[in-house]
């Protein structure tokens, strides 16, 4: 795509590309494939690969395949045995995307289209290469209209419509909410008589506001600050029997395992009538502590590591082009679409975004970040 030579300009000094031999690597975490573009399918294979990575996500799913197969083993198997295993259950012929015939409700499901390509990319025994997910295009186009023309969307949007059709069709199998649930408290103090009501709600992501030249903390920080609900907004109290003026705030309860996190770059401006992109810069630290919490938080000290970043590259939502960066040892590996290539941290700092904005036209900063709890 054309964005890419923006990508690159910015690599050439510091990456390279993964050689795509016949090599093979014995180490399952070494091995790294990229995912055809379909024409604007840029946003599925940034999140997938970002949820390919998750190795707990991605082994929960696998391992479904394990307790339902009455063929396979019920003892220990390598990781190659498994593989094999598990992809003599699987016809490797791709649907075509266009025109495609009436599929049982295991075709159908985005649950087994998913796990058939993440059993896929596990099974590689090439160090690098690529392969196309039609089978998991389809069943995304199938089974919501939204994505189901040939126009670019929303990483974020594509990312929870994954995660809660994988938690709806697993039921009670779903590791979705052991990984990524995590709890809301919205607290609210009356000022009069000090009482504190608190209502708790579930959360998979969050989205946080941006502004210029800040950091993920204090983001964070301006998510949990105190709102004073005054005037016509007066908080009825239970206690006092009346309204009264109160103080609001969101604090984290219980957080997840995988944090992810929703940097809101885009807003809708009334004057123009559209979407614009903000490219300010917003420095995520590598490691982080999560401070806003309430007191009973268990996870409250716990330190978080990142392991990926969904990176939008371009002026809008409507345009442009998303790539995502994962941790690997000392340094990241970039997957846009088909092509990986080698990159580090000094790539990571420059899609923090644009100190001064309007610098370039087409800027390149990062839109989902994925942190993972750190156990001791």
């Not at 005054?230 to 109160?246: H, I, L, M, R, T």
């Amino acid at each position: 795509m054309g964005l890419f030579s923006a990508l690159t300009s910015v690599l050439t000094s510091s990456s390279k590309s993964i050689s795509s031999t016949g090599n093979t690597d014995p180490n399952l975490e070494s091995r790294f494939f990229g995912l055809s573009n379909f024409g604007n399918t840029c946003y599925c294979n940034s999140v997938i690969q970002a949820l390919f990575h998750c190795k707990d996500f991605r082994n929960s799913l696998i391992d479904t395949l394990a307790a339902e197969t009455k063929s396979l083993p019920t003892t220990p198997l390598s990781p190659f045995e498994q593989e094999k295993a598990f992809t003599s259950h699987f016809n490797d012929s791709q649907p075509n995307l266009r025109g495609i015939k009436e599929q049982n409700d295991e075709e159908k499901s985005l649950f087994y289209a998913l796990r058939d390509l993440f059993i896929k990319l596990r099974a590689q025994k090439k160090q690098t290469g690529y392969l196309q997910p039609k089978k998991l295009i389809l069943s995304i186009k199938q089974k919501n209209e939204i994505f189901q023309n040939s126009a670019q969307h929303d990483a974020h949007e594509l990312l929870n419509f994954v995660l809660n059709t994988i938690d709806e069709e697993m039921k009670e199998k779903s590791c979705v909410k052991e990984l990524f649930k995590g709890t809301l408290a919205n607290e609210t103090r009356c000022c009069n008589c000090e009482t504190i009501t608190r209502r708790e709600e579930d959360f998979i992501d969050l989205s946080l506001e941006i502004e210029q030249n800040v950091s993920i903390s204090n983001c964070m920080a301006k998510f949990s600050a105190k709102e004073l609900l005054a005037g016509k907004n007066k908080f009825f109290c239970d206690v006092c029997q009346s309204y009264q003026e109160a103080e609001k705030r969101m604090l984290i309860k219980n957080l997840p395992k995988i944090q992810i996190i929703q940097l809101k770059r885009f807003k809708y401006v009334e004057r123009v009538q559209r979407l614009i992109k903000l490219s300010h810069r917003v420095a995520f630290p590598f490691e982080i502590q999560f401070n806003n919490t309430t007191l009973d938080c268990e996870h409250r000290f716990k330190n978080y590591s990142l392991f990926a970043v969904v990176v939008h590259i371009g002026s809008g939502m409507a345009q442009g082009h998303y790539v995502t960066l994962i941790r690997h040892e000392d340094k990241w590996i970039c997957f846009d679409d088909d092509r990986v290539i080698v990159t580090n941290d000094q790539y990571v700092e420059h899609v923090f975004g644009q100190a001064i904005d309007g610098q370039t036209s087409i800027s390149e900063t990062g839109y989902i970040l994925f942190y993972e709890r750190i156990e001791e």
